[in-house]
């Protein structure tokens, strides 16, 4: 059975900085390649960011330059280091397969950015 467990969230100011983290099991994770998703109240689940297994990113529009997916294999764990925060990355981020053969979802971590 797959297990993502999400972590890492919180209220932060406008500009500041967190780092979500994502250990998973019940997958090869060497084998997986990774995303991580947001979805915001009202709205649909979008993906923000996928890494690859030889460690390729993808980042949409409204991210980049501002967050850095990664990596621990070793770990099974998958991170998403967000700078830079704006009211507008509030949401549940989530992590799943970069693929369309997404595992069933975690219970995700809240992200808030206000002042």
């Known amino acids: 059975q797959v297990q993502l467990v999400e972590s890492g969230g919180g209220t932060v100011q406008p500009g500041g900085p967190l780092r979500l983290s994502c250990p998973s099991s019940?997958?090869?994770?060497?084998?997986?390649?990774m995303g991580w998703y947001r979805q915001a109240p009202g709205k649909q689940r979008d993906m923000v960011a996928t890494?690859?297994?030889?460690?390729?990113?993808n980042y949409a529009d409204a991210v980049k330059g501002r967050f850095t997916i990664s990596r621990d294999n070793a770990k099974n764990t998958v991170y998403l280091q967000m700078n830079s925060l704006k009211a507008e990355d509030t949401a549940v981020y989530y992590c799943?397969?970069?693929?369309?053969?997404?595992?069933?979802w975690g219970q995700g971590t809240q992200v808030t950015v206000s002042s």
């Open positions: 799943n397969s970069a693929t369309s053969r997404l595992w069933d």
């Open positions: 019940g997958i090869i994770f060497r084998f997986a390649a």
């Open positions: 890494i690859t297994i030889g460690g390729s990113t």
